[in-house]
């Protein structure tokens, strides 16, 4: 499977105000991107996927990402944050492949 | 739909105990994967499954075993438990394409502690 990398171990932003959660990935072949996120003690859950088509990609809870070839990112990016989306979140690229590893993710804490 | 069902959420066991981690899904998926989860190091893929009769292993599959008998149920099994293996246990499923093109539904977890 492909490797992506998440800058940041902790993201801190306040209440109400736009938060991004940063992605790059790897150059080689052609990504399959994923975000999910983690809430505490809880399964991971889907938000949102880019395999092709439009460059931004809606998804769940108001989340969205830009897919963008130049800058070989897909940050995950929401224009206001709420408390209740304090969580883990994980960049993933499938690389097209069955072996989907997740990294340690990026913990986004949202303070009120 | 109940989506994709672990138990037991919580088992303590000792040194050279084995014990069947179950996991089953109803929305008829063909995939299937086990995941460990430990502090700071992410999601490990320990098997996966794509289809009934059909395992496969992941990055870290020593000391586990699976069985894909039923579409449905997807039980990961540890023989001699050693305290390398305490983690959180993670089963997931998808549909046709698996993850590499599809979103995995996950279960709640099971937390083994092995001491």
């Known amino acids: 499977a492909q490797s992506v990398a998440q800058p940041e171990d902790q993201v801190n932003v306040a209440e109400g105000n736009p938060l991004t959660v940063k992605c790059t990935y790897s150059?080689?072949?052609?990504?399959?991107l994923f975000w999910y996120v983690q809430y505490p003690n809880r399964g991971l859950q889907f938000l949102l996927k880019y395999i092709t088509g439009d460059n931004l990609v809606k998804g769940s809870y108001g989340f969205e990402a830009e897919f963008n070839k130049s800058q070989t990112s897909f940050h995950l990016k929401k224009p206001s944050a709420l408390v209740s989306d304090s969580a883990l979140y994980f960049c993933?690229?499938?690389?097209?492949?069955?072996?989907?590893?997740f990294g340690i993710g990026t913990k986004l804490q949202v303070i009120p | 739909n109940a989506g994709v069902t672990q138990t037991p959420k919580f088992r303590i066991l000792k040194i050279g105990q084995s014990m069947t981690l179950q996991c089953t899904q109803d929305?008829?998926?063909?995939?299937m994967y086990w995941y460990r989860q430990d502090p700071g190091m992410g999601l490990k893929l320990i098997y996966y499954s794509v289809g009934a009769g059909i395992t496969d292993k992941g990055e870290v599959p020593n000391g586990y075993n699976v069985s894909r008998s039923t579409t449905e149920d997807f039980p990961l099994r540890l023989e001699l438990a050693a305290p390398s293996q305490t983690s959180v246990y993670f089963c997931?499923?998808?549909?046709?394409?698996?993850?590499?093109?599809?979103?995995?539904?996950f279960g709640e977890g099971s937390r083994l502690t092995v001491l």
């Open positions: 993933v690229d499938s690389g097209g492949y069955q072996k989907v590893t």
């Open positions: 150059v080689s072949g052609n990504p399959y």
């Open positions: 929305m008829n998926h063909n995939y």
């Open positions: 997931a499923s998808t549909f046709s394409g698996g993850a590499s093109t599809g979103e995995l539904f």
